[in-house]
């Protein structure tokens, strides 16, 4: 190889150490040395846009009662994050799916005409992500293994490992923990009737408890590697 010219094996490498980063921000949390709980929640600007909306509902409700003006007041906001996103030729991927959130709890409680409809798909939602998650521990294909396996490039090969497997279990089971630790706490909130509580415990337990989640699951896979399969040795020549 003469200089100036790259060499293609290193390319190639350098190429595979970046594929992480284009799984996107999960992606970069979960695989990264270092565990940025910044990054985890999206930025301070998206920490922000995914938690103004409920905040707003919740002071609507306070100031007014009912369900139609805080809906109003909550769409109003998360229609004027995209705006901003839009003026300022940003990504608005994250605030897009904040509207996707806001637009079905609007309609829940314009359906039932009742404030605390505004939460029913989330829980839904954290019913079902629940669910799945038992089930692919049920069927000994974790989630967590997945989707690790995939951003680290392992394939399906940690599943021949015993080890990484109890720890992809458990990481598994550490997010399945916070899916039924918000329905545990916001469902009864939700049948009592109690529409700021249920709003506040859904802010709490919304972003920050999600980025404490994955810095758990970040914990328990980041060391985490199928032992290589031994290789016949060459045949020797004679």
Do not use: C, H
Request: positive net charge; aromatic residues 10%; proline residues 6%.
């Amino acid at each position: 190889m003469t200089p100036g010219q790259s060499d293609p094996d290193r390319r190639e490498d350098t190429t595979a150490e970046v594929e992480p980063a284009r799984a996107g921000r999960l992606g970069e949390v979960l695989t990264g040395d270092e565990f940025s709980f910044t990054e985890a929640v999206g930025g301070w600007r998206g920490f922000i846009e995914s938690a103004a909306p409920g905040v707003v509902f919740v002071i609507a409700y306070l100031g007014w009662g009912g369900w139609l003006i805080p809906v109003i007041a909550s769409v109003a906001t998360v229609a004027a994050l995209v705006l901003v996103r839009l003026i300022q030729r940003s990504s608005v991927q994250q605030a897009l799916a904040g509207v996707l959130g806001v637009g079905i709890g609007a309609i829940w409680a314009w359906r039932s005409g009742d404030a605390g409809g505004y939460f029913v798909p989330g829980l839904w939602a954290n019913g079902l992500y629940l669910a799945a998650l038992l089930a692919s521990m049920a069927v000994r294909w974790p989630a967590v293994g997945i989707v690790v396996g995939l951003l680290k490039g392992w394939g399906t090969s940690w599943r021949a490992d015993a080890r990484v497997m109890r720890m992809m279990q458990l990481g598994t089971a550490v997010v399945a923990a916070m899916f039924a630790l918000r329905l545990a706490v916001q469902l009864p909130l939700y049948l009592a009737g109690a529409v700021v509580a249920l709003g506040t415990a859904k802010l709490a337990m919304g972003v920050p408890l999600f980025a404490l989640t994955l810095w758990l699951v970040w914990l328990l896979v980041r060391n985490a590697a199928p032992r290589s399969t031994p290789q016949d040795p060459p045949p020797t020549t004679r």
